[in-house]
């Protein structure tokens, strides 16, 4: 099905706690359409209804709305442990707190706690900003060391005609990248792509 190449967009809402993640996000999916020579004009808040009635008023034949169904940013983990201890974290996905596969060094073997429980530092603790390093000597022989997580964002869209309200194309899509804001580019250049109509 061919379509016009002149479509509105509502604004992207943003994802509940991250403020300005929508404004993002629209900016996006602004960019990706005028590259692929598609004419676009956002529209104002207001709901599906009201964008539908402001599509129509501006005299579009079609427009979109797309929200987020998934948004976990990057993150980094400050890890302390002794040097001879032998343990890997693994970052969960969705914010929960990561876990810790062996926290006992390769000659000493304890009891066994209930899985996951740290044995130094109190466990993992979320840190903000910093360059991500591999280790460094704090103390007596103690070490600190940062991990990383990925961001992980997903979003689901809808192209509907302005007469009649149909959904002509509808998609969705999540993406894993080091950052969001890479993260939200995947999305709405995948989104963007699979678009009906002439690019």
Same mark, same amino acid.
């Given at each position: 099905?061919?379509?016009?190449?002149?479509?509105?967009?509502?604004?992207?809402?943003?994802?509940?706690?991250?403020?300005?993640?929508?404004?993002?996000?629209? *900016?996006?999916?602004?960019?990706?359409?005028?590259?692929?020579?598609?004419?676009?004009?956002?529209?104002?808040?207001?709901?599906?209804?009201?964008?539908?009635?402001?599509?129509?008023?501006?005299?579009?034949?079609?427009?979109?709305?797309?929200?987020?169904?998934?948004?976990?940013?990057?993150?980094?983990?400050?890890? *302390?442990?002794?040097?001879?201890?032998?343990?890997?974290?693994?970052?969960?996905?969705?914010?929960?707190?990561?876990?810790?596969?062996?926290?006992?060094?390769?000659?000493?073997?304890?009891?066994?706690?209930?899985?996951?429980?740290?044995?130094?530092?109190?466990?993992?603790?979320?840190?903000?900003?910093?360059?991500?390093?591999?280790?460094?000597?704090?103390?007596?022989?103690?070490?600190?060391?940062?991990?990383?997580? *990925?961001?992980?964002?997903?979003?689901?869209?809808?192209?509907?005609?302005?007469?009649?309200?149909?959904?002509?194309?509808?998609?969705?899509?999540?993406?894993?990248?080091?950052?969001?804001?890479?993260?939200?580019?995947?999305?709405?250049? *995948?989104?963007?792509?699979?678009?009906?109509?002439?690019?």
């Amino acid at each position: 099905m061919m379509i016009h190449n002149q479509i509105a967009l509502a604004p992207v809402p943003d994802f509940p706690g991250a403020p300005g993640s929508g404004q993002a996000a629209t *900016n996006e999916w602004v960019r990706q359409m005028m590259s692929g020579k598609i004419t676009v004009q956002v529209l104002e808040g207001g709901g599906f209804q009201a964008a539908r009635d402001q599509a129509r008023a501006k005299g579009f034949n079609y427009f979109i709305v797309a929200s987020y169904t998934r948004y976990q940013k990057d993150q980094k983990y400050v890890i *302390n442990q002794v040097p001879s201890q032998v343990a890997t974290y693994y970052p969960p996905a969705y914010g929960a707190q990561p876990y810790v596969s062996s926290p006992y060094s390769t000659t000493n073997y304890p009891p066994m706690p209930p899985f996951g429980t740290p044995r130094y530092g109190g466990g993992p603790t979320p840190i903000s900003g910093g360059t991500p390093t591999t280790s460094t000597t704090m103390g007596s022989g103690l070490q600190q060391q940062i991990l990383t997580s *990925n961001a992980s964002v997903g979003m689901t869209a809808q192209m509907l005609e302005v007469s009649t309200g149909n959904i002509i194309w509808t998609g969705a899509y999540t993406y894993e990248a080091l950052d969001v804001e890479s993260a939200v580019e995947g999305i709405a250049s *995948n989104l963007v792509g699979s678009l009906p109509g002439p690019k």
